[in-house]
């Protein structure tokens, strides 16, 4: 009996459990819905990147400028000077611009311009001012080491450098001991201005004075002495100023004279042919 009791006691303990769970459960409200998920935004999408372009190459630089060297190394400004009045820098510039070959220049310095002789270059025209700094350049990159080895005389832009022109001779026993002549001029190389490997620039001590501006003009050649006169005949006079009427009338004379002596023959002859006739 008592067992039995314990069971319905147990049944009906579990059937309130379970009854008291249910009503928990209900009692609890709904969940709300949940929210639709809204999908972010695709992250922007960075745009393709563009390569720079190729950095430009530097523009190749110009010819050097002669005057603006000559000019940072100081000392030169009679020659600088010069160089501007007879342009002869923008050829230097122009040539130097449009050919492989280079240029050579010797420089001298404002002590070389001054020890000229008073009025040596005020005798000068323009033209002879031109060709006076033309005699200091070489169209052609020397390097000082390759004085030694060079043909002379050297031709400068100045042109003919013949004996009695501009003729240009160096003589070199090594780097440091370069001497030029000119037929008028002895100078040296006293030092290297400038060189790049195409425009050498050398001071000298002296202004290179062209023989063609600056010396004694060799004499003409004397004229070839003129043939002599034929001398006539025996008993003939060498002068041959006989008026032309004396010689008619001697010719005349002559001619009377041999047709005189012509009749005379004939004469003779028929005379003598008459005589044997008769005999």
């Not at 342009?87 to 611009?97: E, G, K, P, R, W």
């Not at 700094?133 to 050297?154: A, K, R």
């Not at 002895?186 to 620039?201: C, F, H, K, M």
Request: glycine share 4%; with cysteine.
């Amino acid at each position: 009996m008592t067992t039995m009791k314990q069971q319905h006691f147990f049944s009906f303990s579990l059937l309130l459990f379970f009854f008291l769970h249910s009503t928990t459960t209900l009692a609890q409200p709904v969940a709300a819905p949940a929210s639709p998920i809204i999908p972010s935004p695709p992250a922007p999408v960075p745009p393709a990147l563009v390569p720079a372009p190729p950095a430009l190459a530097p523009a190749p630089a110009g010819p050097t400028n002669v005057t603006k060297v000559l000019e940072k190394a100081s000392g030169f400004s009679l020659f600088i000077r010069l160089l501007k009045a007879t342009t002869t820098d923008a050829q230097i510039t122009h040539q130097l611009n449009d050919t492989n070959n280079g240029m050579t220049i010797f420089a001298p310095s404002d002590n070389a311009f001054t020890s000229l002789s008073s009025g040596t270059l005020n005798g000068l025209n323009d033209q002879q001012k031109v060709a006076l700094i033309q005699f200091h350049v070489i169209p052609s990159y020397i390097p000082i080491t390759q004085f030694q080895t060079v043909s002379n005389p050297l031709r400068t832009t100045a042109g003919d450098n013949s004996q009695y022109k501009y003729p240009l001779n160096v003589t070199s026993y090594s780097t440091s001991s370069v001497n030029i002549s000119t037929g008028i001029t002895n100078s040296s190389v006293t030092g290297t201005v400038y060189t790049d490997g195409q425009l050498a620039i050398y001071q000298v001590d002296k202004v290179l004075l062209p023989y063609d501006l600056f010396g004694v003009k060799p004499p003409a050649p004397a004229p070839s002495p003129s043939k002599p006169n034929k001398k006539g005949k025996a008993g003939d006079s060498d002068d041959d100023s006989t008026p032309d009427d004396a010689k008619v009338g001697t010719s005349a004379a002559v001619s009377t004279v041999s047709s005189m002596a012509m009749q005379n023959v004939v004469v003779f002859i028929a005379a003598t042919a008459s005589a044997v006739f008769c005999l």
